[in-house]
């Protein structure tokens, strides 16, 4: 019995949250009422809502939270990048690296994220960091990763690894915030082939002349 509660209660959350979410990123957290998510979600009372959230500052922090746990596992599965022992493979992995992280930049509920970020992190410091940690600082990790692989194997010039990485995460984020994010345009299919052009400046940089 206590199983069938939990899962129950399990279930209203995830509602709750689902809910929020939708009404979050369509509205912002100042543009959203609890008795709007309550109708959204379904819940009929207060209570119910309270019981799972002390109010709606704590339901905002935990569909961030959620949102940027989402974003953040397509970066993860990057990390079983081979070692790069060559030019080829290290440009390989790059762009590999370069076209999630765009990828996952231009998805309308990244920018739709990221608007609501903006919009409340002084209201909320720490989201900040956590927005962050979600793909940006796993995309750099990943990256600076490669590059000190690649130095191992003598494939790159000895180089400032956190400079070049942000310089590669810094082009990308430039072509999702000009080139869609400002602009409220949908990303293209070519956009992607952007990263490759990226990618291929940063090679030229740390190889050896």
Same mark, same amino acid.
């Given at each position: 019995? /206590?199983?069938?509660?939990?899962?129950?209660?399990?279930?209203?959350?995830? &509602?709750?949250?689902?809910?929020?979410?939708?009404?979050?990123?369509?509205?912002?957290?100042?543009?959203?009422?609890?008795?709007?998510? !309550?109708?959204?979600?379904?819940?009929?009372?207060?209570?119910?809502?309270?019981?799972?959230?002390?109010?709606?500052?704590?339901?905002?922090?935990?569909?961030?939270?959620?949102?940027? %746990?989402?974003?953040?596992?397509?970066?993860?599965?990057?990390?079983?990048?081979?070692?790069?022992? +060559?030019? =080829?493979?290290?440009?390989?992995? @790059?762009?590999?690296?370069?076209?999630?992280?765009?990828?996952? !930049?231009?998805?309308?509920?990244?920018?739709? @994220?990221?608007?609501?970020? !903006?919009?409340?992190?002084?209201?909320?410091?720490? %989201?900040?960091?956590?927005?962050?940690?979600?793909? =940006?600082?796993?995309?750099?990790?990943? !990256?600076?990763?490669?590059? &000190?692989?690649?130095?191992?194997?003598?494939?790159?010039?000895?180089?400032?690894? +956190?400079?070049?990485?942000?310089? @590669?995460?810094?082009?990308? %984020?430039?072509?999702?915030?000009? /080139?869609?994010?400002?602009?409220?345009? =949908?990303?293209?299919?070519?956009?992607?082939?952007?990263? +490759?052009?990226?990618?291929?400046?940063?090679?030229?940089?740390?190889?050896?002349?």
């Amino acid at each position: 019995m /206590d199983k069938k509660v939990s899962a129950r209660s399990q279930r209203t959350r995830e &509602q709750i949250r689902a809910a929020a979410q939708r009404l979050f990123l369509e509205s912002g957290f100042m543009g959203t009422s609890t008795d709007a998510i !309550m109708a959204e979600a379904g819940v009929a009372s207060k209570e119910t809502l309270y019981r799972h959230y002390a109010n709606k500052e704590a339901l905002f922090v935990d569909v961030l939270e959620h949102m940027t %746990l989402e974003q953040a596992r397509p970066a993860a599965v990057l990390a079983d990048l081979p070692v790069p022992r +060559d030019a =080829p493979s290290l440009r390989l992995g @790059l762009t590999i690296v370069a076209r999630e992280i765009l990828s996952v !930049m231009v998805q309308p509920e990244y920018l739709a @994220l990221l608007r609501i970020i !903006m919009a409340e992190s002084p209201r909320f410091p720490h %989201l900040g960091r956590l927005f962050k940690d979600a793909v =940006p600082q796993r995309g750099l990790s990943i !990256m600076t990763l490669l590059l &000190q692989q690649a130095r191992e194997q003598q494939v790159v010039d000895e180089v400032d690894k +956190d400079a070049v990485s942000h310089a @590669l995460l810094g082009g990308l %984020l430039t072509y999702a915030l000009l /080139d869609v994010f400002f602009v409220g345009q =949908p990303a293209q299919p070519e956009l992607l082939e952007r990263a +490759d052009a990226v990618v291929e400046v940063i090679m030229r940089a740390v190889l050896p002349h």
